[in-house]
């Protein structure tokens, strides 16, 4: 039996199990009134037309977990699903708006050459300051002491989904459920290996370098990848996991630049913290008309502060992740569920995204490397995969300017939800999420072609898309890199180090 059969045998049953999942309905819910899919209008929907291109899988039921509830509404209802409103803290999920039609397969008479991934880690428990204020919101509610009503009525005998020890709020990988993140890092292996096996080297003339960020959950997700695309003797037989560290003393040779940009850390107003400012500015334009809703349903219940309530949505994606579903998902309205989709954009946005001014510095630097390799060819080698966190992939979307606002205005308002925006990290930045770089040879054509596919969507570069399926020149593709290198700065400078210290990436390559 071929080596990788039975890895592609468990993705076939994994993709069609998520899809099922996706596309499964309870029943009425009494919270799905709104006429919203995850793009914002509803269309037609069709079980049977969704099953007829998925592999068979098995329902619920081999998904069985001691702690998943049975709700009686539905987070997912026809063309609407809850898994495209949780703003990077849900499952993997597949960028749907703004995709080229055509799917990911090379354009006509075309093939990949070259892959450029970089990724984020796999699905995680909450972080320990996520983690932190979701017990502490938990732990107000019971305090009061109160026979819980309607939509907080199953908190009586709800429990947090893990054991509530220190050890529940480290960010290791999910390992149960549907959604875990164990099987969703192993299964892109697989999916990637089903892609680009024709760029795979023999493992016996030079093993294919790859690298993670120094964090525990990024290099499990380098690691189960590396088992699904390269076998479970990948250590010895066909990868080499480079673990870059997440310290400052590295200046731009780096995974994370913001770890190591000294002027962003410490800017207390337009640095790291300004996401979090612009977020509490939003969050406060629709979370108390939640607190009371809740307070009518439970008298006696007092006002819950934003801070707790945005805690209690925060819930229901991680407790997906453990466990396949969440009651703290009906809590919560539709238009709770965009309001909330927003505030994760709004966050991203001003903390590293375009709406902070050191977004595009920090991007720039894994974005001129992979384009120099780009240049280089097939020559440089044919496969280069980086493992990092959210917080890294943002800024190089920044710096690629890669969805720009449709109004020409780079700010995102945070007196309103702006429903035109192009930034939804829902569908860029999920659990898993990934930003795939391929380098295109296309018969006639002389010079090659860049294409960028965002979660398996595949997305045009803005201004440059004349190429076979709409994909960007090389030498165009550089040309905007350029700009955009100008647009960032020197690296060094803005972010206030020294010339001692390091200008640029230096360890990609194979």
């Known amino acids: 039996m071929p080596r990788h059969l039975p890895t592609v045998v468990a993705l076939a049953f994994l993709f069609g199990t998520v899809v099922f999942l996706l596309t499964r309905a309870d029943g009425p819910a009494k919270h799905l009134s709104t006429p919203l899919d995850h793009r914002g209008a509803t269309e037609p929907f069709s079980l049977a037309q969704f099953y007829a291109g998925v592999p068979y899988t098995s329902g619920w039921g081999s998904w069985w977990h001691p702690r998943r509830r049975r709700s009686g509404k539905s987070t997912i209802d026809g063309a609407w699903n809850i898994l495209y ?85 480290v960010p290791h990988l999910t390992a149960t459920g549907p959604y875990a993140g164990t099987l969703e890092a192993f299964s892109t292996g697989v999916k990637l290996r089903t892609r680009y096996e024709h760029l795979v080297a023999d493992p016996r003339e030079k093993p294919t370098n790859l690298w993670a960020s120094d964090s525990s959950r990024v290099i499990d997700t380098a690691r189960y990848f590396s088992a699904g695309f390269f076998g479970l003797d990948w250590e010895r037989s066909g990868a080499k996991l480079h673990v870059i560290p997440e310290t400052a003393e590295l200046g731009a040779d780096t995974l994370t630049p913001g770890d190591t940009c000294k002027a962003y850390r410490e800017d207390l107003e337009t640095g790291h913290d300004y996401g979090a400012a612009m977020l509490a500015k939003f969050r406060a334009t629709y979370l108390g008309d939640v607190g009371r809703r809740l307070q009518e349903e439970n008298p006696g219940l007092p006002l819950l502060p934003d801070e707790e309530l945005y805690s209690m949505q925060e819930l229901c994606g991680f407790e997906t992740l453990v466990r396949g579903s969440s009651p703290w998902c009906d809590v919560f309205t539709r238009a709770d569920w965009a309001n909330f989709e927003y505030a994760r954009d709004v966050i991203h946005y001003y903390r590293a995204g375009p709406g902070n001014p050191y977004g595009r510095t920090l991007g720039f630097l894994w974005l001129n490397a992979t384009a120099n390799l780009l240049v280089q060819g097939p020559p440089a080698g044919p496969l280069f995969f980086s493992f990092v966190h959210d917080g890294d992939i943002v800024p190089m979307l920044a710096a690629l300017s890669l969805f720009p606002s449709p109004s020409g205005v780079e700010e995102l308002p945070t007196t309103h939800v702006a429903r035109d925006r192009a930034w939804r990290t829902s569908q860029v930045t999920p659990m898993g999420g990934r930003l795939i770089f391929e380098r295109l040879s296309c018969a006639g054509r002389r010079e090659p072609f860049v294409r960028i596919n965002v979660n398996d969507g595949v997305v045009t570069m803005p201004g440059c898309a004349s190429g076979p399926g709409r994909s960007c020149p090389l030498d165009e593709f550089m040309k905007l890199v350029a700009e955009r290198g100008v647009q960032a700065g020197d690296f060094r400078e803005v972010c206030g180090l020294g010339k001692d210290a390091a200008g640029e990436v230096t360890f990609l390559h194979q």
């Open 85 to 169: 409103h949780l703003g990077g803290n849900g499952p993997w999920i597949e960028k749907v708006d703004g995709v080229v039609e055509g799917g990911i397969g090379p354009p006509d008479g075309c093939s990949v050459q070259q892959v450029h991934m970089m990724s984020r880690h796999a699905e995680r428990f909450p972080t320990s300051n996520a983690g932190a204020r979701m017990l502490s919101a938990l732990e107000h509610i019971k305090s009061l002491k109160l026979k819980l009503k309607g939509d907080l009525a199953f908190l009586d005998d709800w429990e947090y989904f893990s054991n509530g020890t220190s050890s529940s709020t």
